[in-house]
């Protein structure tokens, strides 16, 4: 099993659709956690850092859930510039960070 | 302007060549990190630096080595490189570790034939 696993992709929805991605991690030490987007292969750009008790950005909410090991992105009011592949990050201890596969979402007029 | 600079941005070579990629970042960062993305895979982790000559292996270190004598500089080194080495790089940095978010250099695809 892998450390860290997101949902299949790929998500298609039409604009103004809300959208939500999980990912599972393995490892119950794991410390922190974060949502990157990635465009075309370019490089992953930081877009929410996850928190217990949630996070919010405009159109953007993550959630972590400890007990169940998860960590969430909600996306709503999509754009299509929201059209990205979207990875979560865990990291176990101060150095080592585990990327998940990514969910990529294409959001269509 | 704050960013991290690989170079090459592009490079085929031969199997066996060896070959150096560089990574500087000029924000005074403690930790540097580099990893490999392969199709249709997310990052993995090659070896990660908390400081100056601390260095430490990520999940997928075979076939590299790396220095850090210097807070900016990280290079990636493929003493042998292998076509199974043919893949994208990227060199991330952050202030105190990977707990905080990571910064990365706009990667350098690697084609080994």
């Known amino acids: 099993r892998k450390e860290v696993e997101q949902d299949p992709g790929p998500f298609n929805v039409p604009e103004g659709a809300t959208v939500a991605f999980n990912c599972t991690y393995s490892?119950?030490?794991?410390?922190?956690f974060f949502w990157y987007r990635q465009d075309c292969r370019k490089e992953p750009k930081l877009l929410m850092s996850?928190?217990?008790s949630g996070n919010e950005d405009g159109r953007f909410t993550a959630q972590l859930n400890r007990a169940s090991q998860y960590i969430s992105l909600l996306i709503r009011d999509s754009k299509l510039s929201d059209s990205a592949t979207y990875l979560c990050?865990?990291?176990?201890?101060?150095?080592?960070?585990?990327f998940g596969d990514g969910t990529t979402l294409t959001v269509k007029p | 302007e704050a960013q991290v600079t690989q170079n090459p941005r592009y490079l085929i070579t031969v199997t066996g060549k060896k070959l150096t990629v560089t990574c500087s970042q000029n924000?005074?960062?403690?930790?540097m990190s580099w990893y490999r993305q392969d199709p249709g895979l997310g990052l993995r982790q090659i070896y990660y630096?908390?400081?100056?000559?601390?260095?430490d292996k990520g999940d997928v270190p075979e076939g590299y080595k790396v220095s850090r004598k210097e807070k900016r500089n990280f290079p990636l080194i493929l003493e042998s490189p292998s076509p199974n080495q043919t893949s994208l790089y990227f060199c991330?940095?952050?202030?105190?570790?990977?707990?905080?978010?990571?910064?990365f250099g706009d990667g350098t695809r690697l084609s080994i034939l």
């Open positions: 991330a940095s952050s202030p105190h570790g990977a707990a905080q978010p990571q910064h």
């Open positions: 490892n119950s030490a794991s410390q922190s």
């Open positions: 996850v928190y217990s």
């Open positions: 990050v865990v990291n176990q201890n101060a150095g080592k960070s585990t």
């Open positions: 924000m005074n960062h403690e930790y």
């Open positions: 630096s908390m400081n100056v000559e601390v260095t």
